[in-house]
């Protein structure tokens, strides 16, 4: 379980959270979703440490995170853009990864063949595609069996067939009872694969709650017409309105 | 120290393995074979090679280190949501682009020097160049990771370490000369060492010039850099001068890095 306790961060004068508290049940599929710049990715990096809050409290399992590293022995993480050093080969950096983590149990063979990674894991990482890299960032995050898995935008670039791929293994993750943390901007994926929405607006939770009881409230179908809602209610400038979604179109919350 | 050491291997691996290292290395083989192929003296050919590790390694570390540093951003990132404390995998990072930087010149220079340079007569020489090459790639590698560590932009950073390098090679030789031009009439021996322990490329020059005998050359001043320089006291202050111009840096960036947001 995460508990995240009256975090504040801010980068200057930018107040990217505001007093945010949380907690993330274990076993279940979070979607964190919200517009850009919303906090989404800081929330997720203070909970990695990557990030170090301004205020506030994180604790994984009860323990503090503060000044440990060994918490992220529990933690698979799969990053929105995927960078590795261009000289590597994707089983040295593997390799690398598994000399560091202290659990031995690794699997990686049936993802690997899935996604169609075994010939690609020879080969520099200059001269990988980005959706092949962003792969590889999946077989980091799943491979080590790790009880938390946090992923940021999965599956933004990759492809229809790993993608589809990409979402069984999410849903097998589920079934292991895993904790998942999700952010994406694709609200049918969030539809289809977590149990809990956080809806994070310029830096505060406006909405906690299963995917279901936001699709009451709002007595809607899909959640993008919900969350859209959501949003608009949330708007000043536009205060409670039904008609306008607060320029949100097609299948993506924000990048329209 | 075990975590430091994997990821140290790991990034040599990766240095290694890039382009400009191996450039890097052809670099100092040719001008090394040059100058001791073609200038019938020594003494000269090592005056000159002085003159070029003096300036084009403070160059190529400074700028190398910045844009390794900021291209390794979302890799040092991926490797930080992973069990690993931030010191080790700084430390793990400094040293690997350091240590093969440092063995690429190291490489390329030996190599014509043991072919060319009549290592009987000058073993002392060639020691003297190699260690002051290495001590200022390790130099200028710690300022290039403080620059990119406190500076998320990269093309100002880079700027800023074209800067910091074009004030130390160029630049502060003309604010010495004007130091002394404006304070002749006043006794400025002590202060000039003063002035070229600040400046690790000043203190890398000297160093040699010292084991050259050329400080004759250089009148009153140069006699006194000789008592100073030129005793092994002076030797020694020198190099731990320049030793704490690698620890200063790379503390400092150790520290922001311990506490920076990625």
Same mark, same amino acid.
Request: proline content about 3%; aromatic content about 12%; glycine content about 8%.
């Given at each position: 379980?995460?508990?995240?306790?009256?975090?504040?961060?801010?980068?200057?004068?930018?107040?990217?959270?505001?007093? %945010?508290?949380?907690?993330?049940?274990?076993?279940?599929?979070?979607?964190?979703?919200?517009?850009?710049?919303?906090?989404?990715?800081?929330?997720?990096?203070?909970?990695?440490?990557?990030?170090?809050?301004?205020?506030?409290?994180?604790?994984?399992?009860?323990?503090?995170?503060?000044?440990?590293?060994?918490y992220?022995?529990?933690?698979?993480?799969?990053?929105?853009?995927?960078?590795?050093?261009?000289?590597?080969?994707?089983?040295e950096?593997i390799?690398l990864?598994?000399?560091?983590?202290?659990s031995n149990?690794?699997?990686?063979e049936?993802?690997?063949?899935?996604?169609?990674?075994?010939?690609?894991?020879?080969?520099?990482?200059?001269?990988?595609?980005?959706?092949?890299?962003?792969?590889?960032?999946?077989v980091?995050?799943?491979?080590?069996?790790?009880?938390?898995i946090?992923?940021d935008? =999965?599956?933004?670039?990759?492809? =229809?067939?790993?993608?589809?791929?990409?979402?069984?293994?999410?849903?097998k993750?589920?079934?292991?009872?895993?904790?998942?943390?999700?952010?994406?901007?694709?609200?049918?994926? %969030?539809?289809?694969?977590?149990?809990?929405?956080?809806?994070?607006? /310029?830096?505060?939770?406006?909405?906690?709650?299963?995917?279901?009881?936001?699709?009451?409230?709002?007595?809607?179908?899909?959640?993008?017409?919900?969350?859209?809602?959501?949003?608009?209610?949330?708007?000043? /400038?536009?205060g409670?309105?039904?008609?306008?979604?607060?320029?949100?179109?097609?299948?993506?919350?924000?990048?329209? | 120290?075990?975590?430091?050491?994997?990821?140290?291997?790991?990034?040599?691996?990766?240095?290694?393995?890039?382009?400009?290292?191996?450039?890097?290395?052809?670099f100092?083989?040719?001008?090394?074979?040059?100058?001791?192929?073609?200038?019938?003296?020594?003494?000269?050919?090592?005056?000159s090679?002085?003159?070029?590790i003096?300036?084009?390694?403070?160059?190529?570390?400074?700028?190398?280190?910045?844009?390794?540093?900021?291209?390794?951003?979302e890799?040092?990132?991926?490797m930080?949501?992973?069990?690993?404390?931030r010191?080790?995998?700084?430390?793990?990072?400094?040293?690997?682009?350091?240590?093969?930087?440092?063995?690429?010149?190291a490489?390329g220079?030996?190599? =014509?020097?043991?072919?060319?340079?009549?290592?009987?007569?000058?073993?002392?020489g060639?020691?003297?160049?190699?260690?002051?090459?290495?001590?200022?790639?390790f130099?200028?590698?710690?300022?290039?990771?403080?620059i990119?560590?406190?500076?998320?932009?990269?093309?100002?950073?880079?700027?800023?370490?074209?800067?910091?390098?074009?004030?130390?090679?160029?630049?502060?030789?003309?604010?010495?000369?004007?130091?002394?031009?404006?304070?002749?009439?006043?006794?400025?021996?002590?202060?000039?060492?003063?002035?070229s322990?600040?400046?690790?490329?000043?203190?890398?020059?000297?160093?040699?010039?010292?084991?050259?005998?050329?400080?004759?050359?250089?009148?009153?001043?140069?006699?006194?850099?000789?008592?100073?320089?030129?005793?092994?006291?002076?030797i020694?202050?020198?190099?731990?001068?320049?030793?704490?111009?690698?620890?200063?840096p790379?503390?400092?960036?150790?520290?922001?890095?311990?506490?920076?947001?990625?």
């Amino acid at each position: 379980m995460i508990t995240v306790k009256n975090l504040v961060k801010n980068f200057g004068k930018n107040k990217v959270l505001k007093n %945010v508290n949380l907690t993330i049940d274990e076993g279940k599929v979070t979607a964190i979703v919200g517009p850009n710049g919303s906090g989404k990715t800081t929330l997720i990096k203070t909970i990695l440490g990557l990030v170090r809050p301004t205020s506030g409290i994180i604790e994984v399992d009860g323990a503090q995170i503060k000044d440990d590293y060994l918490y992220r022995n529990k933690i698979g993480y799969m990053p929105q853009i995927a960078r590795y050093p261009e000289n590597l080969t994707g089983n040295e950096i593997i390799s690398l990864i598994k000399s560091i983590r202290e659990s031995n149990e690794y699997n990686d063979e049936e993802i690997l063949s899935s996604l169609k990674l075994i010939t690609e894991m020879e080969k520099p990482f200059k001269n990988l595609s980005g959706g092949t890299k962003q792969k590889i960032s999946a077989v980091i995050a799943f491979a080590f069996n790790a009880k938390i898995i946090i992923l940021d935008e =999965p599956t933004a670039g990759l492809d =229809p067939i790993s993608s589809s791929y990409f979402k069984d293994l999410v849903m097998k993750q589920k079934e292991g009872k895993k904790t998942i943390i999700l952010t994406s901007h694709l609200m049918n994926e %969030v539809q289809e694969l977590s149990d809990e929405i956080v809806f994070l607006l /310029e830096g505060d939770i406006k909405f906690k709650g299963t995917v279901q009881s936001l699709l009451e409230d709002k007595k809607e179908t899909k959640l993008e017409r919900a969350i859209a809602e959501l949003m608009s209610q949330n708007d000043p /400038e536009k205060g409670v309105s039904h008609s306008g979604l607060s320029g949100i179109s097609g299948h993506s919350l924000s990048d329209s | 120290m075990k975590l430091v050491k994997k990821i140290l291997l790991y990034e040599i691996h990766n240095t290694i393995r890039s382009k400009w290292v191996i450039l890097y290395t052809f670099f100092f083989f040719l001008v090394g074979y040059g100058l001791f192929t073609f200038s019938g003296d020594v003494n000269k050919a090592y005056i000159s090679l002085m003159n070029i590790i003096i300036i084009v390694i403070p160059l190529v570390s400074i700028i190398f280190g910045s844009i390794y540093f900021y291209n390794s951003r979302e890799f040092i990132e991926m490797m930080l949501s992973q069990p690993i404390d931030r010191k080790s995998l700084f430390l793990g990072i400094f040293l690997g682009t350091a240590i093969p930087l440092s063995a690429g010149f190291a490489l390329g220079f030996s190599i =014509p020097f043991l072919l060319f340079g009549k290592v009987g007569q000058q073993i002392d020489g060639f020691i003297l160049l190699l260690l002051i090459g290495v001590l200022q790639t390790f130099i200028f590698i710690a300022l290039s990771f403080l620059i990119s560590v406190k500076q998320d932009d990269k093309s100002k950073g880079l700027g800023l370490a074209i800067l910091i390098w074009l004030v130390l090679a160029v630049v502060y030789d003309g604010i010495v000369l004007l130091v002394i031009y404006y304070f002749q009439d006043y006794p400025l021996e002590n202060a000039m060492i003063i002035l070229s322990a600040l400046n690790p490329i000043d203190l890398g020059r000297i160093l040699f010039l010292m084991k050259f005998d050329i400080a004759a050359l250089m009148g009153y001043t140069g006699a006194v850099f000789q008592r100073f320089f030129g005793s092994s006291s002076g030797i020694i202050i020198s190099f731990g001068c320049l030793f704490v111009w690698i620890l200063i840096p790379f503390f400092l960036s150790s520290r922001f890095f311990k506490k920076k947001d990625f």
